[in-house]
């Protein structure tokens, strides 16, 4: 049987994502030095693990409400309220979903009409553009440059917006960039969507790692809790990718709206990683922090050795990523990382992984060891001292 | 000065130039401060955390729980120098409870150990009683696990 001519049209449209030949090469290495990960080089905290193991010893392993465990609603809404200062009714604002991922899919799905256009500013994650086709909707990429430290602006949007825009999808802070937006920032964003009555999709799973200020929350600013859908889950925060939890918070209709498609798709997310959620938001402050400022330090480290290889960099403000310009070079973001990974055996992510705006740049994850980071940096000017 | 104490307690070997960068702060006072915590004896040691079982060399480790007679206008502190000033004691600590003082000892040998307790240790005036404790096996060690087999497990490139 022929498969490639039966599958369907909007998948075989779909690229491959960017980053998988190069996975399978760094893969082959046995000494990498790896700057490529897009997730906390920590394990889950102990206590969290231990909570986990404790459930399934009592016997939590059964289905769930498709919202999620109750008691786990109201701890994600007793923490958004102390944080941010937004409430969310556990009852019927709040869906517990598979990771961020699968939250954001549900939104899509549960949104967009063949057509409607949303407008992403890129740099963004992977998945954004997919999941907008993967509903019918046409992905709109709007770029953000270094000059701006790769925030959008009102005047950015203006130029990409249609009578079909219908969604604005933002990721702050940012993965692949680090950069986050100021609350000056976004209450101009927020404007511009109330001005053109859109609806925003904010992507949050970074929230915690903010290294300047406190991240504002975009359900937060005036009059836009009823037009966002505020996404954020464990997985940064508190070590937890590999759980793959998330949750989404709304108008009630729109929850009511996305568990449809969830309960007969999804069902629920896992019970073992929803118990150990409860314990991450009652008791898992301290070690939060703990990783935040280690992070942090790492930070600095990086900045400083871009900077002192002449490599331009903005200051990444959130996040555990830095996103330095390797233009002078002359090779493109995919022959850079290429070739650095073969000569020095250190593998990053190209910037064009997360859309054309990134070309010209690579991503850098400092959720790696400090004895590590060194070693690359040191890897990295070596290899710079080519050119 | 905590986010000092904390980075070095973790790793002494650090340079300047790291710690500076890492906390944002200029070189010069990182110096600065290093010496004063030093000079202030907060610092007090930089010291390796090494697994000698590994390395195969033997040591004995008992741990001993003391209960003394406390002296008058001394307290305990007299007793407790008489007992920390001995080199075989590696730690020692005041505590709450059936006892009054926790003694950790390293010597050679069992018989090492033995002695030390038998003709040291208990014939200090004022000393009522030991129970002494042999270490079987070191899990782990100031904040380090001794076999940690944890890995990790993440995928080289991950988005």
Known sequence: ?387 | MKDLLQLLEKNHAQTIDQLSTMLDKPKEEIEAQIKQLEAEKIILKYHTIIDWEKANIDKVTAIIEVKVTPQREVGFDALAERIYRFPEVRSLYLTSGSYDLLVFIEGQSLKDVGKFVSEKLSTIDGVISTTTHFMLKNYKEAGVIIDDIEKDHRLVVTP
Request: proline share 6%.
């Open chain 1, 1 to 387: 049987m022929n498969w490639s001519e039966r599958i369907s049209p909007i998948v075989k449209s779909v690229p491959p994502s960017g980053i998988r030949r190069f996975f399978d090469i760094a893969a082959e290495m046995d000494d990498v030095i790896s700057l490529g990960i897009g997730e906390p080089d920590f394990v889950t905290p102990w206590h969290i693990r231990e909570s986990c193991v404790y459930g399934l010893q009592k016997g939590y392993t059964s289905y769930t409400s498709n919202y999620g465990l109750l008691e786990l609603r109201q701890s994600i809404a007793k923490n958004i309220q102390n944080n941010y200062h937004v409430s969310y009714n556990p009852h019927n604002e709040i869906l517990v979903t598979v990771g961020v991922s699968e939250a954001l899919d549900l939104a899509m799905r549960a949104l967009l009409s063949p057509g409607d256009e949303v407008l992403i500013p890129e740099p963004c994650y992977v998945s954004y553009k997919t999941c907008v086709i993967l509903s019918g909707g046409i992905p709109v990429p709007v770029p953000t440059t270094i000059e701006n430290e790769f925030r959008v602006t009102p005047e950015q949007l203006e130029k990409y917006l249609t009578p079909k825009t219908k969604i604005l999808l933002i990721g702050y802070p940012n993965n692949p960039t680090g950069a986050i937006l100021t609350e000056k920032e976004l209450l101009q964003i927020a404007d511009f969507a109330k001005r053109h009555d859109l609806i925003v999709i904010s992507d949050e799973i970074y929230a915690h790692l903010t290294y300047e200020g406190n991240h504002i929350c975009f359900a937060g600013l005036p009059e836009m809790r009823d037009r966002t859908i505020l996404l954020n889950g464990f997985s940064k925060a508190y070590a937890m990718t590999g759980w793959r939890l998330g949750y989404a918070l709304s108008n009630p209709d729109f929850i009511a709206a996305m568990t449809k498609i969830h309960q007969y798709t999804m069902l629920c997310a896992p019970i073992t990683a929803q118990v150990a959620a409860i314990e991450a938001l009652e008791h898992g402050e301290d070690e939060m922090r703990k990783m935040m400022a280690s992070y942090n330090c790492r930070r600095r480290l990086m900045i400083e050795g871009f900077r002192s290889m002449n490599l331009p960099c903005f200051e990444p403000k959130g996040a555990f990523y830095i996103f330095p310009s390797i233009k002078e070079t002359g090779l493109s973001s995919m022959e850079f990382a290429e070739a650095l990974l073969k000569a020095e055996h250190v593998a990053l992510v190209p910037g064009n992984a997360f859309g054309d705006s990134g070309e010209g740049y690579v991503r850098c994850s400092y959720a790696t060891s400090l004895d590590k980071l060194s070693q690359a940096l040191e890897r990295i000017q070596r290899f710079i001292n080519q050119f």
